[in-house]
């Protein structure tokens, strides 16, 4: 499993304002989002990209770009379709503890995914996650007039139709009946 979304920075926070520390990161998006539904028998997706970690006066900027190729079933057909995913991840993450005193600190911040812990650790995770459930398409097709499948049967009605009679609409059944009745002669 790759997973380094999680950084040390207590060097960081002991450097002067505008001082920065880049990383590389990379984590399977089924261990970060396992409700994001892969398509059957598709590799892994790996979310990976450059961090960019910088000093500011009331914490640490965290900024990246970060892509993952995902294969998400389409909503009509199921086959697997190929959706790029593309992260800008811009966000501020407060210590909670002063790295000079030791004394814990009240953030601000209610959002508890941005606060870096007592071990002066950040960690992308939480952050990561909702960036990629935001990012990731509602509805996916694999193409735009894909039929989907037969309701009966099952038949991916892209490969062609099946051999399933339609079901009567019971709603019709009194005017199927006047149009099947013998026509009076006269």
Not at 63 to 79: E, F, K, S
Not at 83 to 104: A, R
Not at 128 to 138: D, E, F, G, N
Not at 174 to 182: D, N, T
Request: aromatic letters at 2%; proline letters at 8%.
């Amino acid at each position: 499993m790759i997973d380094n979304l999680i950084f040390n920075v207590a060097q960081l926070l002991k450097d002067p304002v505008g001082a920065t520390r880049t990383g590389d990161v990379a984590v399977e998006l089924g261990h970060l989002t396992p409700d994001l539904k892969q398509a059957e028998d598709a590799p892994e997706a790996v979310l990976s990209g450059s961090v960019r970690l910088m000093r500011i006066d009331n914490g640490i900027l965290a900024q990246g770009t970060l892509h993952a190729q995902v294969a998400l079933p389409c909503a009509r057909c199921l086959d697997p379709v190929s959706v790029p995913l593309d992260i800008e991840l811009e966000e501020i993450f407060v210590p909670t503890i002063n790295i000079v005193t030791g004394k814990s600190i009240a953030p601000e911040e209610e959002d508890q995914a941005l606060w870096i812990d007592e071990k002066h650790i950040l960690d992308l995770h939480e952050v990561l996650r909702q960036a990629v459930m935001l990012a990731s398409p509602i509805h996916t097709l694999c193409q735009e007039d894909c039929r989907g499948l037969c309701a009966t049967c099952g038949q991916n009605l892209n490969e062609g139709p099946c051999d399933c009679q339609p079901e009567p609409d019971p709603r019709w059944a009194a005017l199927a009946a006047l149009l099947s009745r013998e026509p009076c002669e006269g």
